[in-house]
């Protein structure tokens, strides 16, 4: 569950991302919610979290190593090579301590969102083809 409004959501990504960013935000959205409807999942939470998945993207390279190494949140060498990587578990690390987000489902499909993961629930798998096929 995100405690937030779709609109506070939408003000937030519009002064943090690139127009290109944000708008991609917002098709990504409107994918997974589709999806959701399709596989029987919540479409409000798939929507939420399609708009919150990129919320790290646009931090630069440097920045995004030195949070993820401050935080344990690499997870392979890999991630350090290619630092935009980092954007998922760092992006998922910044909702929780910047917004507030508690919600376990939430956090790990946006840290999972890139690379995906072995037991991915199917929030997990709808927010990361959502960004697929957006």
Known sequence: MIN????EIISILENR??????????AVAQAARELAQIFGEDTELAYKTGLLHDYAKGIPAPDLIAIASEHGLIEDEI?????DLLHAPVGAWQLQTELGIEDPAV????KVHTMGSLDMSKLDKIIFLADMVE
Do not use: C
């Not at 991630?79 to 630092?83: G, I, L, M």
């Open 107 to 110: 956090l790990e499909a946006v």
């Open 4 to 7: 937030m409004t779709d609109n």
């Open 17 to 26: 991302l690139s127009e290109h960013r944000f708008q991609h935000s917002l």
């Open 79 to 83: 991630e350090k090579k290619v630092p």
